[in-house]
Nanobody, 127 residues
């Protein structure tokens, strides 16, 4: 049974940093495309950062490019999202996701491309 367990969310002031972690149980990162999505109240779920199973290709939403970095530690089988220069508009529930599909993503990532989801971790950025 596959589980994705997120941690690292919290409250921070604008300009601050947070690092989210995702620990998969029952799957290996090298076999899946992994992603971080977020969803704010009343908004659609948004793919913010993805990394292909090979680790060679990544995707970032325009809204986070240059501020967020997705990475993984293969021996520990962990996925991370380093978030710097946080803004109030980054406030959302953040989800770790895993899937076996990869496309040339531009501007939008269909959540249906990902099969497994974590429970989410809340990130709140105050001005």
């Amino acid at each position: 049974q596959v589980q994705l367990v997120e941690s690292g969310g919290g409250s921070v002031q604008a300009g601050g940093s947070l690092r989210l972690s995702c620990t998969p149980i029952g799957l290996r990162l090298v076999n899946y495309a992994m992603g971080w999505f977020r969803q704010a109240p009343g908004k659609e779920r948004e793919g913010v950062a993805l990394i292909k199973w090979s680790g060679e290709i990544t995707y970032y939403a325009d809204s986070v490019a240059g501020r967020f970095t997705i990475s993984r530690e293969i021996p520990q089988n962990k996925l991370y999202l380093q978030m710097d220069s946080l803004k109030p508009e980054d406030t959302a529930m953040y989800y770790c996701a895993a899937g076996t599909k990869w496309r040339e993503y531009k501007d939008y990532v269909p959540p249906d491309d990902f099969h497994y989801w974590g429970q989410g971790t809340q990130v709140t950025v105050s001005s």
